[in-house]
């Protein structure tokens, strides 16, 4: 199959890094990606194709409903307005693995987050940069395959950790005075 190839690590190195990978490895124009759990149906990739117009840059997903259990609904809820304001976002659902981008936004930005957080560091670069995006409904469905491990202690704090890194580096950071900066930098 000459359409396909494969890329992997010879260890788990995260989900952010196995993205990376992907990202840099990728020779289209056009890049999509979701993940393999089958919660979402691959073929709902015409609804974002159709906004995917000339002035578009990226199209996300957003789930209509989510198919999970009402705490992990809850806690997504939470969990997505709490970024939306702390990192000023406008995406509607910053953890809706399904979407679609040009290529050529990755010559503009580059992602550093090796784990889950890295759907936040790309929204936060996305809109820094002025990418124009387009937001579509998506189905959520129920998880066929593999277990979640977000809610495991070490992930949470590992989580944690990077959405505090990011949020200094892409929030805060850029608000201080230039010798607040630098003096943050070296301690």
């Known amino acids: ?9 010879e260890r788990n190195l995260g989900y ?14 056009l890049i999509f990606y979701t993940d393999g759990d ?16 000339p002035n578009i840059d990226l199209v996300n997903g957003y789930k209509v409903q989510r198919a999970d259990a009402w705490y992990r609904i809850w806690i997504g809820a939470v969990y997505r307005r709490l970024m939306r304001y702390l990192f ?10 399904f979407r679609l981008f040009r290529r050529r ?3 503009s930005i580059s992602l550093e987050s090796r784990s889950g957080v890295i759907c936040v560091e790309m929204a936060k670069k996305f809109e ?6 387009a937001e579509v409904p998506v189905s959520h469905y129920p998880r066929t395959h593999g277990r979640s491990e977000f809610f495991r202690v ?31 930098k070296k301690s």
Not at 88 to 97: A, E, F, G, K, T
Not at 128 to 133: I, K, Y
């Open 16 to 29: 952010g890094a196995a993205l990376i990978s992907g990202f840099k490895s990728a020779r289209k124009d």
């Open 128 to 133: 820094r940069a002025g990418f124009r995006m």
């Open 1 to 9: 199959m000459s359409y396909l190839r494969v890329v992997h690590h």
């Open 154 to 184: 070490r992930h949470l704090v590992h989580t944690f950790r990077g959405l505090v890194k990011i949020w200094w580096n892409l929030v805060l950071s850029p608000r201080l005075p230039v010798w607040m900066s630098i003096a943050a």
């Open 38 to 53: 089958a919660q979402y149906d691959v073929r709902e990739i015409h609804r974002l194709l159709a906004e995917l117009k």
């Open 105 to 107: 936004i990755f010559e």
């Open 88 to 97: 000023r976002l406008s995406i509607r659902d910053v953890d809706c693995d």
